[in-house]
């Protein structure tokens, strides 16, 4: 037995242990628990989806350059909601889909979507034929919640030409001006002193939230079109945290089967097998944590499809390694030449695999999409896995317990160049 092979064996075993309980627990460290940082989509936290369908102000149907003008204010006021991995799409021409996973206000969050926040100071109220626009939306440079004199929550805000805003306070130095939010008048305060650097307060009878929605609202811009919701779909935390449970249980009770099945078929290469298939599922989740992919069910059948194909690999693996031990090969020459014969095999099996996961995720949408990510993922890490990690995990063990009778070598030996099964 090589004690050198053993212990370095070992300690990779040991080393992936203690990664694995660190995956799972905040045993060794809450930040190394990759589990909780991986970003759980809609179905599977729950929340809020919406269909929206954008229309100019006259009606009509919206440019390109509109649409991606809407998109880009439907993102920052997303955004201020703080949803931790939002997805906003176009669909179609003129329709965006929005996913709000955890989501608890959704009549707050519809209201924040939808609302044009077009911002207007005046010289006169609305209906006064003198009335003209001061300054606007397109104005403003920043927003942000603060308080007033009485501190009360108010909006403080900050203008991108400071000299045209102090020009509009000197002008109307002791006189109101009105602010106005889509057509509705937020207050009409009285111009105390000439402000010089372009910062303002917009007051009223503001709760923190009304003010925190307004301040997310004007900083994120007004929308250049109008939006009518076309259907939307709540999703309760507790449905799809039973669906993951469901599912998470579904696939451990169907890869313990598998692990028992490649111990007793395959014996040595089955158990390394199993181990390199572990390895994979922790590269996996890592990769997710790394890249900020959002999982959700069609996800984690993605995961499970990926955990059978890097099976399925190591059988292609072991079963090449069995024929070569057949062939009368001594196992060094037997990993060799099943390894070479093998590769191309896992590798074209592969490749249709992850050019329909391409396909998925170039021209598919929504949940879709994430299928065809998650799969192209767990293709890559798989091949890369079963090349590299499972391969050298079988010539160190190789190195160890060097007997064929435990790779699979048939009692009755047939003579050194005999027929070879699957040539």
């Known amino acids: 037995m090589n004690v050198r ?8 075993l040991v080393v992936f242990a203690a990664l694995v309980v660190s995956t799972l627990t905040d045993t060794i460290s809450p930040s190394l628990n990759l589990l909780h940082r991986v970003h759980l989509g809609l179905d599977l936290q729950g929340g809020f989806s919406v269909e929206l369908q954008v229309r100019t102000p006259q009606g009509s149907a919206p440019s390109q350059e509109q649409m991606n003008e809407t998109i880009a204010v439907l993102q920052n006021r997303v955004n201020g909601l703080g949803v931790s991995e939002p997805y906003i799409a176009k669909e179609g021409t003129d329709r965006v889909r929005i996913e709000l996973p955890g989501v608890k206000n959704q009549a707050e969050a519809r209201r924040l979507l939808v609302t044009t926040a ?31 004199s009485t501190g ?7 203008f991108t030409d400071p000299q045209k805003f102090a020009e509009v306070t000197r002008t109307y130095l002791g006189k109101p001006i009105y602010i106005y939010l889509d057509q509705q008048l937020l207050s009409s305060p009285v111009i105390q002193d000439v402000i010089q650097n372009g910062k303002g307060q917009i007051t009223g009878q503001f709760t923190s939230e009304e003010a925190r929605n307004l301040a997310s609202l004007l900083q994120a811009g007004a929308l250049p079109t109008t939006l009518n919701e076309l259907s939307s779909n709540s999703v309760g935390p507790t449905l799809g945290i039973q669906a993951f449970q469901h599912t998470l249980l579904a696939a451990a009770v169907a890869m313990a089967i598998v692990f028992l099945f490649m111990i ?9 097998a199993n181990i390199g298939v572990l390895i994979y599922g922790y590269l996996l989740i890592a990769a997710f944590v790394a890249f900020g992919v959002t999982l959700t069910l069609p996800g984690i059948a993605a995961m499970v499809l990926g955990i059978g194909m890097a099976v399925d690999a190591n059988v292609i693996t072991d079963e090449r390694l069995k024929e070569e031990l057949k062939r009368g090969r001594d196992l060094e020459a037997a990993l060799q030449h ?44 798989h091949l890369l896995s079963n090349v590299l990690i499972t391969r050298w995990l079988l010539h160190t063990f190789a190195g160890i317990l060097p007997h064929p009778r435990l790779y699979g070598q048939p009692k009755k030996m047939p003579p050194l160049g005999g027929e070879a099964v699957g040539e």
């Open 264 to 272: 007793v078929y395959y014996r040595i290469p089955g158990l390394i």
């Open 118 to 148: 077009h911002l207007e100071i005046r010289s006169a109220p609305r209906n006064d034929p003198s009335s003209k626009v001061l300054l606007s939306g397109a104005d403003l440079k920043s927003a942000s919640v603060g308080t007033d």
């Open 5 to 12: 092979r053993l212990a370095l064996f070992a300690g990779v």
């Open 152 to 158: 009360r929550p108010a909006i403080d805000t900050t």
């Open 338 to 381: 099943g390894f070479r014969r093998s590769l191309m095999t896992v590798i074209d099996s592969n490749v249709t695999t992850l050019l329909a996961g391409a396909v998925l995720f170039g021209v598919g949408s929504g949940e879709v999409r994430g299928f065809g990510l998650t799969l192209i993922i767990t293709i890559v890490i």
